[in-house]
């Protein structure tokens, strides 16, 4: 064996006498006093903390408190987790444009670098063109569908989906 797995033999025999020691012959020790004094002041805490909580009850709840007492009971009538809309974001919703179905198709979209056409009816339409049939002019158009506006003065919006042929 060499000197250095001596050395280390040597230190872990020297550690399990040591455990033996104070596992089996070693007496019990006593706290010491500062422990005592800590835990009983602890202690004195803890009593002045119960009777403070109850001369409190016993006095009975001011207004505040019985008033968050009584709506904690009540039923919710909207969870209080759920983030509320801002007017803006609800009034966008209530305008949200409705679908058109009926007399005018959406069968095709074309893209050639910037340009954009719809192919509405079987013609091709830009944004800002006229419909042949009925008031309506191309707003925006998208893969999926197209947007028309009326032609007058209230100028209603309109979502024209894509029908694809089979």
């Known amino acids: 064996?060499?000197?250095?797995?001596?050395?280390?033999?040597?230190a872990m025999l020297l550690a399990v006498v040591y455990a033996i020691y104070i596992l089996f012959l070693a007496s019990p020790r006593n706290p010491a006093p500062s422990a005592q004094f800590k835990t009983?002041?602890?202690?004195?805490?803890?009593?002045?903390?119960?009777?403070k909580v109850a001369d409190n009850t016993k006095r009975g709840l001011n207004k505040r408190q019985s008033y968050i007492l009584?709506?904690?009971?009540?039923?919710w009538v909207q969870d209080p987790l759920v983030q509320l809309k801002n007017n803006k974001l609800a009034q966008q919703q209530n305008t949200t444009p409705g679908v058109l179905k009926g007399k005018i198709m959406y069968s095709g979209f074309l893209q050639m670098g910037n340009r954009r056409l719809a192919i509405i009816n079987g013609m091709e339409y830009?944004?800002?063109?006229?419909?042949?049939?009925g008031g309506y002019v191309v707003q925006r158009i998208y893969p999926n569908h197209v947007i028309l506006i009326t032609m007058d003065g209230n100028r209603k919006?309109?979502?024209?989906?894509?029908?694809?042929m089979q």
């Not at 009584?70 to 039923?75: G, L, T, V």
Request: a neutral charge.
């Open 1 to 10: 064996m060499s000197k250095r797995e001596k050395i280390i033999v040597g």
């Open 157 to 164: 919006k309109f979502i024209l989906p894509l029908e694809e």
């Open 40 to 51: 009983e002041k602890g202690l004195d805490n803890l009593n002045a903390f119960i009777t």
């Open 70 to 75: 009584k709506k904690a009971q009540e039923k």
């Open 126 to 133: 830009e944004n800002g063109d006229k419909l042949e049939p």
